[in-house]
Nanobody, 124 residues
Framework: QVQLVESGGGLVRPGGSLRLSCAAS???????LGWFRQTPGEEREFVAA??????VYADSVKGRFTISRDNAKNTIALQMDNLKPEDTAIYYC????????????????????WGQGTQVTVSS
């Protein structure tokens, strides 16, 4: 059974940085690990995903966010730089145990497991 626990959210000023972490258990090296975010009244949207050395990003965060994975520690991180107020959301870690084409990594429905979420607020 896959379990995901996020940490690292908080309040930051525009232009600042935050680093989110997700501790994962029950995953394998083939697992796809990703980050999504959600604001009230909106659908959960894709942020970034990684597997096998590949990384995919939403256009809205490309060049500002970096996803990384530590296989030895079974963790993934999301380094968020140059944060904007529109980045304010609850951020969720997600995992899919089996391989799937890279083009599908941005779809919510391909992920099997989700964390509880961590709040990120960007405000002056």
């Amino acid at each position: 059974q896959v379990q995901l626990v996020e940490s690292g959210g908080g309040l930051v000023r525009p232009g600042g940085s935050l680093r989110l972490s997700c501790a994962a258990s029950g995953i394998s090296r083939d697992s796809i690990l990703g980050w999504f975010r959600q604001t009230p009244g909106e659908e959960r949207e894709f942020v970034a995903a990684t597997s096998g050395g590949n990384r995919v990003y939403a256009d809205s965060v490309k060049g500002r966010f970096t996803i990384s994975r530590d296989n030895a520690k079974n963790t993934i991180a999301l380094q968020m730089d140059n944060l904007k107020p529109e980045d304010t959301a609850i951020y969720y870690c997600a995992a899919r145990r089996m391989r799937i084409i890279v083009g599908a990594w941005s779809r919510r429905d391909v992920y099997d497991s989700w964390g509880q979420g961590t709040q990120v607020t960007v405000s002056s």
